[in-house]
């Protein structure tokens, strides 16, 4: 595919579980994905354009966010932007390893929640906005089962926050689709990833209708449809990947 005429995807979060599998997706499809995340590019990893279209940003660093943000515009040598997937997220937890709740959640840890999952996917769209709208681009905002039902295992600021951003996808929705940009979310719920132990699995699998983990390359996929051609109407929706999980 001549560079000219290759799609370009921006997204956060890639180094595992979802946004591995997203990563390796639009890739297949002949996508240009570039990636950003808090840690820097393994060196053992073995895709080849990573090290050139890898960056290591701090989505909680508001001072350096937007210096990070131009940087990623001058990577985009056609000068547009076709997709930006917000997927990174953060969900303290206490020492032991428990939920952090309404009543122990730190102020500090509220603020660290909501400036990575919420206000940095709004700032890395309004930052790339000119990009998105020349090439009639989508958003994809990664939310949560957990943002619409008290989850065991996910923390409270985790699950407003994700709460906060579906609410945001709807408004982004209305203020970006007159410019060209579909803005949706979809929110996920139990995916089999490193993070889950087998005694984590087995406490939720009987709550699922599928009676099974959804994987991140089934969640991927529908991030890829909202990215595409497909789904050239669909604008303000918030798809739920829960294999029936809803209540």
Request: glycine letters at 8%.
């Amino acid at each position: 595919m001549e560079e000219k005429d290759q799609k370009t995807l921006i997204l956060t979060g890639a180094s595992r579980g979802i946004g591995h599998a997203t990563v390796k997706r639009f890739s297949s499809a002949g996508w240009r994905v570039i990636t950003c995340s808090r840690h820097a590019f393994p060196e053992d990893c073995p895709w080849e354009a990573g090290p050139e279209d890898h960056m290591q940003i701090d989505l909680s660093d508001f001072q350096a966010l937007p210096d990070s943000i131009n940087i990623l515009r001058s990577k985009l040598t056609q000068g547009g932007l076709n997709a930006l997937v917000n997927n990174a997220a953060i969900s303290p937890k206490e020492p032991s390893g428990n939920r952090l709740d309404s009543i122990s959640t730190e102020m500090d840890d509220w603020r660290h929640v909501f400036r990575v999952n919420f206000f940095a996917p709004i700032m890395l769209a309004r930052g790339l906005f000119k990009e998105l709208k020349r090439s009639n681009g989508a958003i994809v905002n990664v939310t949560s089962i957990a943002g619409v039902r008290v989850h065991p295992f996910a923390g409270t600021a985790y699950a407003t926050s994700k709460a906060a951003l579906a609410s945001l996808t709807r408004e982004m929705a209305a203020d970006f689709g007159p410019h060209g940009i579909r803005v949706n979310a979809i929110a996920p719920g139990e995916i089999k990833t490193s993070i889950l132990s087998p005694s984590t699995e087995e406490q939720l699998i009987p709550e699922i209708p599928m009676r099974r983990l959804g994987t991140p390359e089934e969640v991927a996929k529908t991030i890829y449809f909202l990215c595409s051609e497909q789904s050239s109407y669909v604008n303000g929706a918030e798809i739920h990947i829960n294999g029936g999980q809803h209540a």
